[in-house]
C-alpha cells in the first residue's frame, strides 16, 4: 500500500478501488496481490503535495477503511527517510517488522540509518537490509560493475546489529518491466532479477515467521 507509483507499476492506473458501503473500499487487484495506493486517488502527473495530517489520515483510512479479507502479508512502502507516514503507521498498527532499502553510496546509508533507528525507537523489529542497484552485469562481456560502490548495505546492516538480506543487481529489463506494468517476477520469473527478488521474498518470510 501507500506508494504513488504502485498503479503505473501494474498497470492498474485507470482502475479506482470501488466502494464497499460507508467508508470502506475494496483494494485493486492484479497478479495475485490487492493494492491501495494514493496513486488511485490522484491524476496520473498530478503531485503530492500533502502536509502532515493528510498523509497520517491516508495511512490510517488504507490501513482500516480497505477490504483486505484474508492476506498473509500486509507490506508497506513508505517514502525514504523517517517522515509522518513512518510514525502514523508504527502507532496505528503493530508491525511484525521493518525492511530497510537502500543503495550502496554513503548520502544514501545516511538516511536509512536514520530509519532504522527510527523503527527502533517505536518498538518495531529490523528485520533486515536490502541493498538495492547494488551492481551491474553488463550484458555482452559478463563483467560485474558496482556503480555506485560496494559494500555500503553490507556495512551498515553489520553496524546496525542486522543482516543484509539481499543486494539487488541493476538490470534494464527490471525498469522496462515496472514501466510495461508487469513485474520482472511476472514477465520472466528465470531472470537473474527475479531469482533475487524472490529469494529476498522468502527471506523476509523466514523472519517473519520467526
Not at 123 to 149: A, K, Q, T, W
Not at 162 to 168: C, G, N, S, V, Y
Request: net charge negative.
Amino acid at each position: 500500500i501507500y506508494g504513488p507509483s504502485v498503479p503505473m507499476m501494474f498497470n492498474v492506473g485507470d482502475e479506482r478501488p470501488k466502494s464497499a458501503g460507508g467508508q470502506n473500499f475494496y483494494p485493486i487487484e492484479k497478479y495475485g496481490v490487492k493494492l491501495i495506493s494514493i496513486g488511485f486517488f490522484l491524476g496520473e502527473k498530478a503531485p503530492v503535495i500533502w502536509r502532515g495530517p493528510m498523509v497520517m489520515g491516508a495511512v490510517r483510512q488504507f490501513l482500516k477503511d480497505t477490504l483486505w479479507g484474508s492476506q498473509d502479508f500486509l507490506i508497506v512502502d513508505l517514502p525514504p527517510g523517517t517522515g509522518d507516514a513512518q510514525l502514523t503507521l508504527a502507532q496505528q498498527v503493530s508491525l511484525d517488522g521493518a525492511v530497510i532499502v537502500t543503495t550502496p553510496q554513503d548520502v544514501a546509508l545516511l538516511d536509512a540509518t536514520r530509519a532504522v533507528k527510527m523503527f527502533r525507537q517505536v518498538h518495531c523489529p529490523i528485520l533486515g537490509v536490502v541493498e538495492n542497484m547494488s551492481y551491474f552485469v553488463c550484458p555482452d562481456c559478463g563483467e560485474r560493475d558496482e556503480l555506485f560502490g560496494y559494500g555500503g548495505g553490507e556495512r551498515m546492516a553489520a553496524e546496525e546489529g542486522t543482516e543484509l538480506l539481499a543486494r539487488i543487481p541493476i538490470y534494464p529489463d527490471v525498469r522496462q518491466a515496472g514501466d510495461d506494468g508487469m513485474p520482472i517476477v511476472v514477465a520472466n520469473p528465470a531472470h537473474p532479477a527475479s531469482i533475487a527478488f524472490l529469494e529476498l521474498a522468502r527471506r523476509i518470510a523466514d523472519a517473519v515467521a520467526d
